[in-house]
């Protein structure tokens, strides 16, 4: 959707290596959703975030709602082999749907 | 059921060929809505039912596709006189509604050869 820009469109990452994927929308969001996805399935849901300033952690995982509610960012610390596969970010952007970026692809190499 | 359930997993259509996908919702969800993806791209909304009310259809490509909801449960996904292009994987997703989380089947994908 071109209401949400995801970035980057792939990202290759030794193990044990940090990375961030982000997420900006040019509306005012409701709600930010995080999922992954392995290829050729079904969305695996992450966190949720509604609040400006938000902030979840789960695992390795940390995802960040700007104070603004335009922009997420998705922080995973020490990569591993299982963090492997798209990440998507899903905006309630008020409109009783969810409006996806592209995804990122992400690629862990040993 | 514990989760959202997407039959067939895998279809293969001749081109002009009629398909119907399938989208057994969390029980006791409100809202169901289908999506499509393209190969390598984000999912793109199709179409949104609150109960068995279809409330946008907004997202539906064609007037080939269509979608119901008799009942407020179970929903159906109709292609007909597939193409090329319809190529994808449909997802289907519920929820209570209210903002209250997305849950999302494992999808159908379809190739129209």
């Known amino acids: 959707s071109q209401e949400l820009e995801q970035s980057p469109q792939s990202l290759i990452v030794q193990e044990g290596k940090n990375l961030t994927i982000n997420c900006t929308s040019s509306k005012t969001l409701y709600g930010l959703y995080w999922y992954k996805q392995k290829y050729g399935e079904g969305l695996i849901f992450l966190m949720m975030?509604?609040?400006?300033?938000e902030e979840k952690s789960h695992e390795k995982i940390t995802a960040k709602l700007d104070e603004k509610k335009q922009q997420s960012s998705l922080h995973i610390t020490a990569s591993q082999p299982s963090h492997a596969g798209i990440y998507l970010c899903g905006a309630d952007i008020g409109a009783q749907k969810l409006v996806f970026g592209q995804g990122t692809r992400l690629t862990i190499n040993p | 059921g514990a989760g959202v359930s997407q039959s067939p997993r895998y279809k293969v259509a001749k081109r002009g060929q009629d398909v119907a996908l399938r989208c057994d919702p969390i029980s006791g969800h409100v809202s169901l809505f289908w999506y499509q993806q393209a190969l390598g791209q984000g999912p793109e909304f199709l179409t949104y039912f609150q109960n068995e009310a279809q409330l946008d259809k907004s997202g539906l490509p064609s007037d080939r596709f269509f979608a119901e909801r008799p009942e407020g449960s179970v929903s159906t996904l109709k292609i007909q006189r597939t193409q090329q292009e319809d190529s994808a994987v449909y997802l289907c997703?519920?929820?209570?509604?209210?903002?209250?989380?997305?849950?999302f089947g494992s999808g159908t994908r379809l190739t129209v050869v």
């Open positions: 997703a519920s929820s209570y509604g209210g903002r209250k989380g997305y849950t």
């Open positions: 975030l509604q609040k400006g300033g």
